[in-house]
């Protein structure tokens, strides 16, 4: 890859450095993450920092009640699901006359996975104390924090959401995040002690108060309290899980996600797609080269939306979907036009961060969903509840169908590349079903455009939403839009940045490691 080859205007140029490198969407929480590799640590507990860091500097994408997911780099590929089911007690009487679960309120809770997946990364790769990753974090809650400007944006906009909700399970979450009736305008400091002192204690007791203690009580009688069904039990009987990544190769890149229940799978299907196809000569022709990459996704996106849930519950297993001669008979549907296929996938709200270091390299998401999550946290202590029970269907004989201690369909996906079984490094671009998207878009311009880090995440996107509609931004070239029109495709130019996913990616290039940081973000990618 070319370090001085930007044809992208986003003025930033990629981060180099020998012994660490971080990258996020928020530079403060990168700095938490640098502040562990200074002080000793290693890639895992600047992820870890950076994690938690997050949950106080971008609360309107991810919170402590957020779900998680990572893949780690130590000489072999591991992969985490710190994903929660739904509550064991909840029927599905509950929604009898709904046509979909609502994406507010109590009925979407399912169990946070993120604490003990924290836990969980530190006890079996980090270096530093516990409580040690959690200092940055508190800091920030107590002391106050400068909000980003892209972060002040999606705050003022969800305000009008969220001030509408005037149920008792809602009360405490509109008080901490829209004092005084709005959120925090770009460069006001915000503040919330809840969120310090419950940091304190599940850095203390490393989690258990959240799952078995004093935190697992509180959140219990707040949802008996307010018509709520996460009870001690199901936190109590949480333990987040180590799987086998599944991965895809096209051209000489291996791209690796998490299995099912969450949607990486759909970028590997697609790209299996497009290796059928002579890629290197449509790329002489950019619409030819977006068109096939539309169509591919949309086949992939059709049977991940029939068939991905929790494992257990599925009627096909990955291999089933990631089967060769499947995938041609899917890729002879791919004609010179554009096909619909439907898959109504809502949008969400995630943060994505990655480290390495000279032995360890993190691929890190956690996320609360659509934004806040369910606008409900439990009083006191900043815990602001996810909404990933949004992600089930209530359509009888669906594989993701609503059940009871079910985990549901997922969106977040942490990436990470190898070359010839050799790791590259991590990389993912967060927001909502853009993500299997953007992660093709990555794979593709690295490999067949042979872009940096920081060109790959400044070259212009494009999202596929339903049918055979097609956002496009502003920056890419009208001939192509033209063309696009002609072969069917309903486009859509969107000048609103963050539809199109923030990105973050570090790279190994020899002794050297080479970040990138999401132009579409507030985010920093630092090394040293």
Known sequence: MDLNYYPYPSRRTVMVGKRGAVATSQPQAALAGMEMLLAGGNAADAALAIAIALTVLEPTSNGIGSDAFALI????????????PSPSQLPPSAFEGMQEVPARGWLPVTVPGTPAGWRAVSERFGKLPFERLFEPAIRYAEEGFAVSPVTARGWGRSAETFLKMSGPEHRAFNEVFFPGGRGPR???????????ATLREIASSHAESFYRGALAQKTAEFAAAT???LAQADLAAYEPEWVEPISAQYGGLELHEIPPNGQGIAALMALKILGGFDMARAAHDPVEYLHLQVEAMKLAFADVQAEVTDPRHMRVGSADLLDETYLSGRRRLIGDTARAAEAGIPKGGTVYLCAA???????????????F??????????IALQNRGAGFVLEPGHPNRYAPAKRPFHTI???????GGKPLGPFGVMGGHMQPQGHLQVVLGLEDMGLNPQAVLDAPRWQWVKGKQVLLEPSVPQHVV?????RGHQ?????EAGLFGRGQIILRQGETLVAGSEPRADGQALAW
């Open 413 to 419: 996906i942490p990436g990470f590349l190898t070359r």
């Open 491 to 495: 486009v859509v130019i969107q000048p």
């Open 73 to 84: 780099w130590d000489g072999k590929l591991h992969g985490l699901n710190a994903s929660g």
């Open 482 to 486: 033209q063309g696009l029109i002609d």
């Open 373 to 382: 999550g369910a606008g409900v946290l439990v009083p006191g202590t900043g």
């Open 357 to 371: 270091d000279g032995e360890l390299m993190v691929s890190f998401i956690q996320s609360n969903y659509m934004g």
């Open 186 to 196: 770009a460069g006001e400091v915000w503040r919330s002690p809840g969120h310090a």
């Open 227 to 229: 018509g709520g069904w």
